[in-house]
């Protein structure tokens, strides 16, 4: 059974541009969430995705959106990218019952120039 | 609203010495708390969790946490230091709606 996958591993940007990044849930999850990590730092909250829809989410700007598919997988948009984009995005998946449990995936890289 | 706390960026140990990590919790309700320890480079790694039930947690690699209620804290713990054991720690708090909230992460180094 394959865990939690995003695509891509890494991406480098210019600032200005649009992102888009991809994450695949745990079989039997439905519920996807993002995050945040800066270098050095514990990652953020950035939103949830259950039943296609926004759950919930934390204090990101109106540029981070997302998506969710009806097979659950999930994509975060980042628009009119900054230099303080750049970190490492990470998917989180958890599956009914125990939403408190989350699954990571690897993550994907962001650097913006 | 739910925080937690990691009151040190970085923590120092000798190879062979006792470790610990520190993680205090806010939360309203039952707290599910998790450590996860992250490598240069790569993605978060599971270590443990308490959900409920035995406050000695025990986990990978030979990493215990305590979880103590009336101090709100969930202390990571490891009775002999691995150089291969310096990475970043991070603390979390999960919630039923499955939002985690993390701490800003504790740099463990160990030196030979």
């Known amino acids: 059974d394959a865990g939690v996958t995003q695509s891509p591993t890494h991406l480098i940007k210019t600032r200005g541009q649009q992102v888009t990044l991809r994450c695949s849930p745990k079989?039997?999850?439905?519920?996807v969430s993002w995050y945040q990590q800066a270098l050095g730092q514990g990652p953020q909250f950035i939103f949830q995705y259950y039943e296609e829809e926004e759950r919930q989410r934390g204090n990101f700007p109106d540029r981070f959106s997302g998506h969710q598919f009806p097979n659950y997988s999930s994509e975060l948009n980042v628009n009119a990218l900054l230099l303080g984009d750049s970190a490492l995005y990470l998917c989180a998946s958890s599956f009914p019952g125990a939403a408190y449990e989350q699954y990571f995936g690897p993550g994907t890289r962001l650097t913006v120039t | 609203a739910q925080s937690v706390a990691q009151p040190e960026d970085q923590v120092n140990v000798a190879e062979g010495n006792p470790l610990t990590v520190k993680c205090t919790y806010s939360?309203?309700?039952?707290?599910?708390l998790f450590w996860y320890v992250q490598y240069p480079n790569r993605g978060l790694q599971f270590l443990l969790k308490y959900i409920t039930g035995d406050n000695l947690v025990k986990g990978s690699y030979g990493f215990e946490a305590e979880f103590n209620k009336s101090q709100t804290s969930f202390h990571l713990k490891k009775p002999s230091a691995l150089v291969s054991d310096s990475a970043l720690y991070c603390c979390?708090?999960?919630?039923?709606?499955?939002?985690?909230?993390f701490g800003d992460g504790t740099t463990l180094t160990v030196k030979p």
């Open positions: 939360v309203s309700g039952n707290p599910y």
């Open positions: 079989s039997g999850h439905d519920t």
């Open positions: 979390a708090v999960n919630t039923n709606a499955g939002k985690s909230t």
